[in-house]
């Protein structure tokens, strides 16, 4: 169980054109669910957190406006890299929070690579 | 804030070594502990976790114990197998919901 999914596995994109990013809970339901962004051999960094049914909360020095998230349903959010160029080249992972009676435990899907040519 | 640090790699193992990865943190609360693992060209996998004190997670013949007199959360596995080559990440959790707090990752690779 607590499988996430994400989709594409990666994309190549022209600059200024924007890329949508699926992530997905297979089987169970995840009000929250996390974007991340890895660069080559560096840890995770946390972009912003989706609710779903309200706005994103986004870290600080993330722009909001380019980086859209969607959290439409409950096993669905979204991310839109608007305008990508090619310093938003990343491996871009999600995870989904999967809640329990003992502890909360994040889900990770397997990642997008981007690459803005 | 919270933070987590953890061994820098890389760590060069041969097959059937004893692995131990170090991990460290700082919390304001009482955090809940997670080691990940990934893969090369894949996301995380949760390999294990710990909720309170003196909790052990293992798996896969990795074991961790959560430490709370020495801030610590120790990866570790009697015997490597070349199929454990990854970056393992410590990370944890000051509440119900929140986001992760990530160690830096290590990097190991096992040779046969």
Not at chain 2, 17 to 23: E, R, W
Request: net charge neutral; glycine share 8%; hydrophobic share 35%.
């Amino acid at each position: 169980g607590a499988v996430v999914s994400q989709h594409p596995s990666w994309v190549i994109c022209k600059s200024g054109t924007s890329v949508k990013i699926e992530c997905r809970s297979l089987d169970f339901q995840a009000t929250t669910m996390f974007w991340y962004r890895q660069f080559p051999k560096q840890s995770l960094m946390l972009m912003a957190t989706s609710n779903e049914g309200s706005k994103a909360t986004y870290e600080q020095g993330v722009e909001k406006d380019k980086f859209l998230i969607n959290h439409a349903s409950l096993t669905l959010s979204t991310l839109t890299v608007t305008s990508a160029h090619p310093e938003d080249s990343s491996f871009y992972i999600c995870s989904a929070l999967a809640l329990s009676a003992s502890t909360d435990t994040q889900y990770f899907g397997p990642g997008t690579r981007l690459t803005v040519l | 804030g919270d933070s987590v640090t953890q061994m820098e790699g890389p760590v060069t193992l041969s097959e059937e070594a004893f692995l131990t990865i170090n991990c460290t943190y700082t919390a304001t609360g009482y955090p809940s502990l997670f080691w990940y693992v990934q893969y090369p060209g894949e996301g995380l996998q949760l390999l294990l976790k710990a909720t309170k004190a003196d909790d052990k997670g293992s798996n896969k013949g990795f074991e961790a114990t959560y430490r709370k007199e020495t801030t610590s959360f120790h990866l570790e596995k009697g015997s490597v197998q070349v199929s454990d080559s990854a970056v393992y990440f410590c990370a944890l959790t000051e509440a119900a919901g929140n986001k992760l707090t990530f160690g830096g990752g290590t990097r190991v690779l096992v040779k046969p």
